[in-house]
Nanobody, 115 residues
Framework: QVQLVESGGGLVQPGGSLRLSCAASGIRFSIYDMSWYRQAPGNQRELVASFTRGGLSNYADSVKGRFTISRDNAKNTVYLQMNSLKPEDTAVYYC?????????WGQGTQVTVSS
């Protein structure tokens, strides 16, 4: 049974930081491309950052320079360090694992940026 379990969301003031974690089980983690997506109310789900199995990272323009994605294959975990958070970063953040035709999603974790 495949599980992706996100944690680390919460309420933070503008300019603050959060670190999201996504722990994977039931998959051979190291061969999967791992990504973070987010979805704000009324908006489509959008890609925030990805980290391929080959070690390449990619970011949405809106988060470049503020967010950092990383992975620890020994712990089957992918992280998203979010700094200088803005109210427009408020969304549910989802972890995604993809390898060829197999795609898995976590249940999501809420991030709210507000004073």
């Amino acid at each position: 049974q495949v599980q992706l379990v996100e944690s680390g969301g919460g309420l933070v003031q503008p300019g603050g930081s959060l670190r999201l974690s996504c722990a994977a089980s039931g998959i051979r983690f190291s061969i999967y491309d791992m990504s973070w997506y987010r979805q704000a109310p009324g908006n489509q789900r959008e890609l925030v950052a990805s980290f391929t199995r080959g070690g390449l990272s990619n970011y949405a323009d809106s988060v470049k320079g503020r967010f950092t994605i990383s992975r620890d294959n020994a712990k089957n975990t992918v992280y998203l360090q979010m700094n200088s958070l803005k109210p427009e970063d408020t969304a549910v953040y989802y972890c995604n694992a993809k390898f060829m035709g197999s795609v898995y999603w976590g249940q999501g974790t809420q991030v709210t940026v507000s004073s």
